[in-house]
């Protein structure tokens, strides 16, 4: 009891700093990226290696780019989850990068490729914010 | 670009497996045997799955 009390109370102070929210945004613009902040370089590579190899992947097999304000439902779902990814969403975007729809079973693959890269992000930047404010532990 | 669906669960499973390793556990040790725990049940489940409506169709 008192271990867990003093370890709340060691909680307190980092809780209050802004390197929760700066991994967070940062791991979120860039893959990786926060868990760098953090000095995990080797998860932060692999991160970054498998959410832009899995976007890319995306792109070269012309997936769909969902584009927002369609009004679709499913459009606004897809769109929901390739925005995790970032700059990366950004970029695409702005240079016009895959296709604005999947014409056969490959450009679907890629789809999903996309958008679940974005949505692995989510998990990587909150993860990222999580090891910043002791919330999983820092091994 | 040219993928087939096996190399395509492949890639998928190997990305995926990594993330979930990194960011489901703590130790170095067990994010790597989550990592493998998770790409085995991705691609068997793929497998099977596959060898069911082979089944449904024959």
């Given at each position: ?14 809780e ?6 700066v991994?967070?945004v940062a ?7 926060g ?9 932060a ?8 190899g ?12 969902y ?22 969403c950004g ?5 016009s990068?895959g ?20 949505l ?18 820092s091994? | ?12 499973s190997?990305f995926?497996?990594?993330v ?5 556990r ?8 989550f990592g ?6 991705f691609?068997?489940a793929?497998?099977?799955?596959s ?8």
């Amino acid at each position: 009891m008192a271990a867990d009390t003093q370890q709340i109370a060691q909680r307190i102070p980092e809780e209050k700093s802004s390197l929760p929210a700066v991994v967070l945004v940062a791991g979120w613009l860039i893959p990786g990226l926060g868990h760098l902040i953090l000095g995990k370089w080797v998860r932060a590579l692999l991160l970054f290696l498998s959410i832009v190899g899995m976007f890319l992947i995306g792109i070269a097999a012309q997936g769909k780019i969902y584009q927002p304000g369609s009004g679709d439902i499913l459009d606004i779902l897809g769109f929901a989850g390739q925005l995790g990814l970032g700059l990366l969403c950004g970029l695409a975007h702005w240079f016009s990068w895959g296709a604005n729809s999947a014409v056969n079973t490959l450009a679907d693959y890629g789809t999903k490729f996309i958008v679940c890269a974005g949505l692995l992000n989510y998990i990587a930047a909150v993860d990222a914010h999580s090891l910043a404010n002791g919330r999983k532990a820092s091994l | 670009m040219t993928l087939s669906h096996f190399s395509a669960v492949l890639l998928f499973s190997l990305f995926t497996s990594v993330v979930f390793g990194i960011t489901q556990r703590a130790q170095p040790k067990m994010m790597i045997r989550f990592g493998a725990y998770c790409f085995v049940l991705f691609v068997g489940a793929v497998v099977i799955a596959s060898w069911v409506m082979y089944a449904i169709k024959h």
